[in-house]
């Protein structure tokens, strides 16, 4: 298979979110469900510049209901959503599947839409590309790789969706640096102290961010502690 | 069997490398085609040193400064290419090989199909047909 990740314009719910008064960073689809008749239910990840009101997003976006908004625990200003709008105001997703693309990533930015999909093969990514090109007008490709399995399609990501909001971007730093410098093999290839000096922080500090990353794992796994 | 390399930078020499050594075999013949950017493949190839390291033989060409990508299908087809090699230049964020704009325009080509692999250094088009 062929994982591939493009850029188009803002279209459909994404451009309506970045015509509202408030200013958006961007607007994620989370996950998507079928509604009876023409409808879908979305659930999105919308980060903005400031604070917002469900009254004040509802008053600005036509055609689409906000079932629920809750602000992330950790990001002031980002806000996961569920709405329920006509399937035409994501496109891009029913033009995917209903080519037999697998979706990964959806997210609107000012200006365009990143998408990541997987297709068979060389043929079928044609066939995708033309079908976005038609509805569209242009698609730019930015990357692509080889992939034995379809991975997480839209919505998949299970952990990744409960994690996300709950860990702080110095704790995401801290965890990525150290997964990704080897801390969490066995044997460790890397020491504390090593991972500290290349984030520019304290021994202590990055004890303390590792043991609340830890510490929200676990009470994504087994509830709050009693 | 026959490969194009594309050759979009004169810092290209691991993707080259890649090609030689683990897609061509011994004996095939291989077009280097070098984009108008780049001026001059003679220390690259020297470097490389295509028939001694590994056995093949080829040529170069340049595309012209304003070069469709209409001219290098062309290419593939009068010379029957197997194979054609694009150098990866960079990586996403996410660890893809980025696509630019000559490899989006061959990729969504009407006129060519086969199979992508995506390698270390290189996208390799290969088993490629051809709709005339």
Not at chain 1, 184 to 213: C, G, H, M, N, W
Request: charged share 25%; aromatic share 6%.
């Amino acid at each position: 298979m062929l994982r591939f990740e493009f850029q188009i314009g803002t279209a459909g719910i994404s451009s309506k979110f970045f015509d509202i008064e408030e200013e958006v960073g961007s607007i994620e689809i989370d996950n998507a469900l079928p509604v009876a008749g023409n409808t879908v239910f979305l659930f999105l990840t919308a980060q903005f510049e400031a604070e917002v009101s469900k009254e004040s997003l509802s008053r600005q976006l036509s055609g689409m209901e906000i079932v629920d908004m809750a602000r992330a625990e950790t990001k002031r200003c980002t806000y996961y959503l569920g709405v329920i709008t006509e399937l035409s105001n994501v496109s891009v997703l029913s033009m995917l599947t209903s080519n037999r693309a697998i979706p990964h990533r959806i997210v609107g930015h000012y200006g365009h839409l990143d998408v990541v999909a997987s297709v068979q093969d060389w043929n079928h990514l044609k066939d995708v590309a033309e079908t976005v090109e038609a509805e569209h007008g242009s698609l730019e490709l930015i990357g692509t790789t080889q992939t034995e399995n379809i991975g997480f399609p839209l919505g998949g990501n299970k952990i990744k969706q409960s994690m996300s909001g709950k860990l702080s971007d110095e704790q995401l730093e801290v965890l990525e640096t150290a997964y990704q410098m080897g801390y969490f093999k066995v044997p460790q290839e890397v020491t504390a102290e090593e991972i500290a000096s290349e984030l520019d922080i304290s021994r202590s500090t990055l004890s303390e961010r590792l043991r609340r990353v830890e510490h929200n794992f676990c009470e994504l796994l087994f509830g709050p502690r009693k | 069997m026959t490969t194009i390399i594309l050759v979009k930078t004169v810092e290209q020499e691991p993707s080259i490398r890649e090609t030689l050594g683990s897609v061509v075999e011994d004996g095939e013949t291989v077009h280097f085609i070098r984009l108008p950017s780049v001026r001059c493949l003679g220390p690259l190839l020297q470097a490389v040193n295509p028939m001694i390291s590994y056995g093949v033989d080829y040529t170069i060409r340049s595309l012209p400064t304003d070069y469709d990508v209409s001219e290098l299908i062309d290419f593939a087809i009068e010379s029957g290419a197997d194979r054609i090699c694009i150098g990866i230049d960079d990586r996403t964020v996410s660890g893809k090989a980025r696509i630019d704009d000559l490899t989006q325009s061959i990729l969504l080509h009407d006129a060519i199909s086969g199979d992508v692999v995506v390698g270390d250094c290189t996208i390799i088009l290969e088993n490629l047909s051809y709709d005339t």
